[in-house]
């Protein structure tokens, strides 16, 4: 098994890899330097939409600079677009070229945060060539999954497990570009619902997709974990 999404370095416990999602420069750096000390935390570095930025040039020259000293990052975000309060729409869709920028430069895949801007989301990625990532915590419903470019993934949370609109969403995402995550400490997965979520709770996301497929666990964990592998390019 294989967390794409956390924000929780512990509870990793029968898992092969946990992906750490950045935030901020901050929360970016932490994420390296736990990868270092745990060779199953893998780091990505990115500034979030809803981060304030005063001085966009800056924050992403710096984050260049993680990406150029640290070999071992993964991937470029989460970035994206977040729709959903009153933040800079204009600044959020500049902040997140200039992230996708790096991730095609140094050919990573971007992790997407959408949020109430999915069609937006969409029409900034279609823009690009050669560029590949996952929509981390997909909420675009079952229409928009073709307009999705092919190239990117789709990542389903444990909001599946207590969701009936979202199982109809996984039964129409091909199986292989479907990846697991858990976003914690949110989005906790039943049977521990209104609990804070950890990484080791992605087997029950495993456990609901595998029940939505009709499939083993373990089938089902082999096709997922290869979605991740690939898009991350680890082995």
């Known amino acids: 098994m294989i967390d794409t999404h956390s924000h929780v370095a512990t509870n990793i416990e029968g898992l092969k890899f946990v992906v750490l999602s950045g935030t901020n420069l901050k929360d970016s750096k932490n994420n390296i330097k736990l990868s270092k000390s745990n060779k199953r935390l893998l780091a990505a570095v990115g500034i979030h939409p809803q981060e304030k930025t005063s001085n966009i ?12 000293e640290n070999k071992n990052i993964v991937a470029v975000g989460e970035c994206g677009l977040d729709f959903s309060n009153e933040h800079d729409k204009r600044q959020q869709e500049i902040l997140f070229r200039a992230q996708i ?26 823009s690009y060539k050669n560029l590949t990532g996952v929509i981390h915590c997909y909420t675009g419903g079952i229409k928009r999954i073709k307009n ?3 190239s990117f993934y789709f990542g389903i949370d444990g ?26 400490p949110e989005l906790t997965p039943i049977p521990h619902r209104f609990e804070k979520n950890c990484p080791e709770y992605v087997k029950f996301i495993y456990q609901k997709v595998a029940e939505i497929w009709g499939m083993s666990f373990a089938e089902t964990e082999k096709i997922i974990d290869e979605n991740a592998k690939k898009l991350f390019s680890i082995s």
């Open 57 to 68: 040039k800056l924050q992403t020259s710096k984050l260049e600079e993680l990406l150029v």
């Open 101 to 126: 920028c790096l991730a095609l430069k140094y050919k990573k895949p971007l992790i997407v945060h959408s949020r109430k801007a999915m069609d937006e989301t969409i029409e900034i990625l279609k």
């Open 159 to 184: 909001n599946v497990t207590y969701e009936d609109g979202l199982v109809e969403v996984v039964k129409n995402i091909p199986k292989d570009r479907l990846v697991l995550e858990t976003d914690s």
């Open 148 to 150: 999705v470019p092919e």
